[in-house]
């Protein structure tokens, strides 16, 4: 049974890593539904070499001079942007 440890952990490595980058291409705004899902596809039909490329091209692609996309609001307890405190009396 040891002996298939190894192939074992590195399937769920590239399914984790699949998984994250779907995740990734699904939330991201800088493609259409149809570039979304030719990328998703390419994840899951290429596992490794399509994951990497696809997380490649959507790091680079990454604006990393605008802040991150959540509203500090909401850590503080205000309806996200709005600004006002949420409210729950009634």
């Known amino acids: 049974m040891y002996e298939y ?3 074992i952990a ?3 490595a590239l399914i984790g890593l699949n998984t994250v980058i779907t995740y990734a291409v699904g939330r991201s705004e800088l493609y259409s539904s149809r570039q979304k899902a030719l990328q998703i596809g390419l994840v899951w039909l290429l596992p490794l070499f399509g994951s990497m490329l696809v997380g490649g091209v959507l790091w680079s692609n990454y604006d990393r001079s605008s802040p991150p996309r959540h509203d500090a609001d909401l850590a503080s307890g205000a309806i996200a942007g709005t600004g006002d405190p949420i409210s729950y009396e009634q």
Do not use: S
Request: charged share 0%; proline share 17%.
């Open 5 to 7: 440890w190894i192939p």
């Open 10 to 12: 590195l399937a769920v």
